[in-house]
């Protein structure tokens, strides 16, 4: 039971069964908020309603509210693990049995109908044989969201689909059973003339099955989409350690199950050991990696008495911890928390395809039934009159349209995943037209992620040489994240072996010394010289000045009793992104900067890749993202935001449009509505390119799509609709569709 009482109000989270489109969220969202004192928010990715309630209401109410309005509802209870992505939910299994029922039946169907060679003497009897499974058995989700629509007054994409592919089946019955279209040897005539004719020879059995096909298909590919729903919240929880070493005040110490861990237990993490929960180091000093959960590039150095989060690294030394916060008030699960508070709180993009149903099935309808009383008035006779009305309702079967948006989608999400974009449906597409803020994370976004040596500034008369190879050699036996920086940076610009360094010892909190090639060597911080008495040089003191105001970490380097050179670590900016920045720009879009680092680091790095210093805002903990993208879009701003980290998921999650890169962790990349597979941050322009043509595409499909339909209205009408002219109309309108769509094929990278 997920109920939680603040006060006098109540906060419930129910499952929602039934939702077949964003408008039937919607209409759960109106009636629940109609109920005195309740507000709720109706998420259809998730599947669920949260809703605040208060005074004489209970939640029995609110699911019988729910239920009222034709859908299900039930308090979630947590599974006892999470669900794997390759078992299939209950729900899923029977959309995919009749979308290959619909798939192998409506091939045949089609085929006889289309190529005039496969019409043979009783062809007519064998697509209603074909047919009629797939116009009720796999239509069936079409025809019952069609019903509970119409109770309420409401018509979407599932009412078009009910009422086309019905009125085609429904009509091909008549016209075998009590028209001529039974006979054997019966074809379809095949010249252009517009003449009255009774109908009784024509069916549509190829329409009805075709429409069920594609559209079950996209129903299909978009539930599996859905079922990532939920992952970014499991990604999270999955990211702590999940045993932790106790050390009991009366025994040894033992191995237990996070879970087991209580306040004020004291545990060990070792070098190399996620920390178990969030605490208090009791005992011992190290390096403590919090990149994943703050963003900061730069390790934290942590002793006695200083704070540190669970599922943080420890890079450094053996460290005791008594634990202050376990279980859901540890701040991972409490980022788990804004995550799923981000996309129940997500508006619901409403189908482009269900706007425009809502105004054209009623028209459609009206004009049917207009039609029908029109011919019944001027004494034209019942079946004039009847096959009229439903001609109306067959050259408005929504063929095309079934095809409009899954075939550019499909197109377009293809030739992404061939530039490393991939897109997860259509609602993204809605939300990349509007966007007009692009908000970057800092670290493994822009720059790469990791510390780098970035330049060696050296005494006079010293060699960089000389700096790098005994550098590098005694900072290769330390596993401090700085230290693997000037190692790997040293064989890199060398090309080549370091030696072996001799009587190494680590300094806690300053640095490193030993013995290299007989040179006793030092490399850390200001107090680690002092501790020797060395000074440096002028030229070095500036240089690091220099070092330390561009937020950077300076290492001093000094061997046989003099300082020698100092060495400049940071997050290297990647090579691409102030390409990458110019060409969100040129979209129209403004970049912000967002990051954990200090205001030093993101200034400088702004400064690199070319954003304005009015854009950054710096030293931003992982939970207040999610409030600097909610004051972005309390100005006004339709907000993208491109993360990589644990830290960006719940703001990823409460963009209008979450970029996430493909380097990153997995709570991020569910979080996200695009995915950037290459890491690399041009990808982002050209996501928003794709996803913004892709839905030019959509849009121009959906014109045509009813374009030709409508044109041929009038001969329906009049009862003047020849059967060559609904299906050219029908098979043009989709080879348009598809023919357009193709052309996404040509979308090339900037």
């Not at 330049?455 to 230290?483: N, Y």
Request: aromatic residues 4%; charged residues 20%.
């Amino acid at each position: 039971m997920t109920v939680r009482t603040a006060g006098t109000d109540a906060e419930v989270e129910l499952a929602i069964g039934g939702m077949t489109c964003a408008s039937c969220a919607a209409r759960i969202e109106k009636k629940l908020n109609r109920m005195e004192g309740v507000t709720a928010t109706v998420n259809y990715a998730t599947e669920k309603a949260r809703v605040s309630y208060g005074g004489d209401v209970t939640v029995r109410d609110l699911i019988t509210t729910v239920e009222a309005t034709g859908y299900t509802a039930q308090e979630p209870t947590p599974p006892d693990e999470p669900a794997r992505e390759d078992d299939e939910p209950d729900l899923l299994r029977p959309l995919r049995q009749r979308l290959i029922t619909a798939v192998a039946l409506a091939v045949p169907v089609v085929a006889m109908a289309m190529v005039p060679a496969l019409q043979f003497e009783y062809w007519q009897w064998l697509s209603l044989t074909l047919a009629a499974p797939v116009v009720t058995y796999a239509a069936w989700p079409f025809h019952r969201a069609a019903f509970t629509n119409a109770r309420h007054g409401a018509a979407t994409m599932d009412t078009l689909i009910s009422v086309g592919t019905s009125a085609a089946f429904l009509w091909s019955l008549w016209a075998l059973f009590l028209g001529t279209a039974g006979t054997p040897g019966m074809t379809h005539p095949f010249e252009l003339t517009i003449a009255r004719g009774d109908g009784a020879g024509n069916i549509y059995l190829e329409a009805a099955a075709g429409v069920t096909a594609f559209i079950l298909a996209g129903r299909y590919f978009e539930a599996r989409a859905k079922r990532k729903a939920g992952a970014a919240l499991r990604a999270l929880l999955e990211l702590g350690a999940k045993d932790v070493t106790v050390l009991p005040a009366d025994g040894p110490e033992k191995t237990v199950p996070v879970a087991e861990l209580r306040v004020g237990d004291r545990f060990l993490v070792r070098p190399g050991e996620k920390i178990a929960t969030d605490g208090t180091v009791a005992e011992g000093s190290s390096a403590v990696d919090a990149s994943m959960l703050t963003g900061e590039s730069v390790p934290v150095e942590v002793a006695a008495g200083d704070p540190v989060t669970g599922a943080t690294l420890n890079v450094g030394g053996r460290l005791v911890v008594t634990a202050t916060r376990v279980g859901a008030d540890t701040q991972l699960a409490r980022m788990a928390k804004l995550v799923e508070d981000a996309q129940n709180g997500k508006a619901a993009a409403q189908r482009l395809a269900d706007r425009i149903s809502a105004v054209f099935v009623p028209v459609v309808i009206a004009l049917a039934l207009g039609t029908l009383g029109f011919w019944l008035g001027n004494g034209a006779g019942l079946t004039a009159a009847f096959t009229a009305a439903v001609a109306v309702l067959i050259i408005a079967c929504p063929c095309a349209l079934g095809l409009a948006t899954p075939t550019a989608l499909m197109v377009g999400t293809g030739r992404g995943a061939q530039l490393g974009i991939l897109i997860k449906g259509p609602e993204v597409l809605e939300s990349t037209r509007r966007v007009d803020t692009v908000v970057l994370d800092k670290t493994g976004t822009v720059t790469t992620g990791r510390m780098t040596l970035l330049s060696v500034h050296t005494a006079d008369g010293t060699d960089e040489k000389d700096v790098l190879r005994l550098a590098g050699a005694l900072e290769h036996s330390s596993e401090h994240p700085i230290a693997r920086a000037v190692t790997d940076g040293a064989r890199e610009r060398l090309g080549g072996p370091l030696p072996t360094p001799e009587d190494f010892a680590n300094v806690p909190g300053l640095g490193v010394q030993g013995v290299v090639d007989g040179h006793a060597v030092l490399a850390g911080r200001d107090g680690l010289l002092r501790e020797w008495s060395l000074v440096l040089p002028g030229d070095l003191a500036r240089a690091r000045d220099t070092v330390e105001e561009a937020g950077h970490t300076a290492v001093l380097v000094a061997w046989d009793g003099e300082a020698r050179a100092v060495l400049e670590i940071a997050d290297a900016v990647k090579e691409t992104s102030p390409e990458a920045v110019r060409r969100l720009r040129a979209l129209g879009l403004r970049p912000v900067l967002l990051t954990g680092d200090n205001e030093a680091v993101a200034r400088s790095v702004a400064r690199e890749v070319g954003i304005a210093p009015e854009d950054v805002i710096a030293e931003v903990l992982p939970q207040d993202k999610v409030d600097v993208v909610k004051r972005l879009q309390s100005e006004g701003r339709s907000v993208a935001m491109v993360g990589d980290g644990v830290n960006d998921a719940a703001a990823l999650a409460q963009a209008d449009l979450g970029l996430a890169m493909g380097t990153g962790t997995d709570a991020a990349i569910e979080a996200g509505d695009l995915t950037l597979v290459r890491g690399d941050l041009r990808a982002a322009a050209d996501a928003i390119r794709l996803a913004r043509r892709t839905l030019g595409t959509i849009r121009s499909n959906l014109f045509w799509a009813f374009a030709y339909n409508v044109a041929a209205l009038p001969l329906a009408a009049a009862g003047l609709l020849n059967p060559m002219i609904a299906g050219a109309a029908m098979a043009f309108s989709s080879v348009f569709v598809v023919g357009n769509s193709l052309r996404l094929r040509t979308f090339r990278a900037a």
